[in-house]
């Protein structure tokens, strides 16, 4: 059992001060990892619903947000323990060459310390805006992992798919982490369930409730195991998107919502599903980087989960 925490990135911890104080603290708290999320436009109108909220709007945390890299880059430089990771990037904004390089440099920066979460994205004004089309999404994310293996894997590299032609080059720096840094792809349909079994060093779930974890955790270990890979080399890594308050939530509460013994039972529940990790996302409950921790702090210590952090 592993805690990590959503790295201050969003709303009111989108600020130099936020980012330098949340990662020496965290470091010097014992937690496991910081995590970026990839969000680019708080639209006006928005084509796409929002997926993770009743409502279908923006959290309005989100409504501002440090670009991942940069923000991951910085965190690597202020600590030297603590992994750092993506949860996650949106595969296709990004040429894939261009991708494997930025993390590879990620894991050079950080000693060895990246985790890559890869998810497909949701909205189309984003994809608009970043000048891609929404379509064949499952596809790029097969052609992504399909160039780690390449570049990655190789001192020589050699690529041709029809989109993306590598001619015989080296392509350096390599990762630290060999043969890769661990790859959790975050999927929520059958296919993408599949293929994280199939091809991912592990699948990270975000918004859902603790029996719908277990359904499709059960779908992605099945697809391991189908795909002659043992399921139990796969990590399951949870985000939980918290929202606390004084006093406990009625019957019927979202998971994760709710006082801080309920939270803290709900981090357990995951556990109890397998879950190697666990990554508490308080930006949408707290203002700033102090009451972060305290209230982090006190989840892990009503749920007994200090020796996770």
Known sequence: MELGLAFAQLGPFANPESVRS???????????????IDRLLDPVEPRTP?????????????????DPFVTLATAAALTTTIRIGTNVVVVPW???????????????????????????GWSADEFAAAGVAHHRLAARQEQLLDIFDAVWGSE????????????????????????????????????????????????????LSLADTEAMWSVVTAAAADAGRDPSMLSL?????????DRPAGPGRPTYHGSVDQIADDVRGAFAL?????????????????????????????GDLRSAA
């Open 22 to 36: 949340m990662a020496v603290a965290a470091e010097g708290r014992g937690y496991t990892s910081l995590w970026v």
């Open 50 to 66: 929002y997926p993770a909220t009743l409502d279908g709007s923006l959290p309005p945390e989100q409504k501002i947000a440090l």
């Open 94 to 120: 990004y040429r894939p060459v261009l991708l494997t390089r930025a993390l590879a440099s990620l894991d050079v920066l950080s000693g060895g310390r990246l985790d890559i979460g890869l998810g497909l």
């Open 156 to 207: 020589i590299v050699t690529y041709d798919d029809g989109d993306v032609r590598i001619a015989p080059s080296g392509i350096r720096p390599k990762p630290v982490q060999t043969p890769r840094p661990p790859v959790l792809l975050a999927a929520y349909s059958t296919a993408g369930l599949v293929r994280a079994g199939r091809r991912a060093d592990g699948w990270t779930p975000s918004g």
């Open 237 to 245: 890594v949870v985000r939980a998107n918290i929202h606390h308050r």
């Open 274 to 302: 397998g879950a190697r990790q666990v990554i508490l996302d308080l930006q949408g409950t707290t203002r700033d980087v102090a009451a972060y921790l305290d209230l982090a702090d006190a989840i892990a210590d009503a």
